[in-house]
């Protein structure tokens, strides 16, 4: 299983990115997917989160900003950042894992129910 981020970039306060997570090697068809973001000296965050059945979560901090999306057929996850903040600089992440999962943001968020992931992509906001 691959995962490779893009999309990541510098922005000014209140502009927009848009993140893709492109999955190679097995097919996400009912597992679950996240984005994650790591600030230096700072734990890695949940951001947004699909669960199998395809309904989205999100991190309090991000709720009404971010979006999460997730293409079956081009086996792609995305994240549409809005209205951004400085506080949103940091290296963002996706991931995956086989399992299914139907749930909450208690455990969709939590980095240690994910086995694959990618590389990161940098969003830095000034």
């Known amino acids: 299983v691959q995962l490779v981020e893009s999309g990541g970039g510098s922005v000014q306060a209140g502009g927009s990115l848009r993140l893709s997570c492109a999955a190679s090697?097995?097919?996400?068809?009912?597992?679950?997917m996240g984005w994650f973001r790591q600030a230096p000296g700072r734990e890695r965050e949940g951001v947004a989160a699909?669960?199998?059945?395809?309904?989205?979560s999100y991190a309090d901090s991000v709720k009404g900003r971010f979006t999460i999306s997730k293409d079956n057929a081009k086996n792609t996850l995305y994240l549409q950042m809005n209205s951004l903040k400085p506080e949103d600089t940091a290296m963002y992440y996706c991931?995956?894992?086989?399992?299914?999962?139907?749930?909450?943001?208690?455990?969709?968020?939590?980095?240690?129910?994910?086995?694959?992931w990618g590389q990161g992509t940098q969003v830095t906001v000034s």
């Open positions: 699909v669960d199998s059945a395809g309904d989205t």
């Open positions: 090697g097995y097919t996400c068809s009912n597992c679950y």
């Open positions: 991931a995956t894992d086989r399992r299914k999962y139907y749930g909450s943001w208690y455990l969709l968020g939590r980095p240690s129910e994910y086995t694959y």
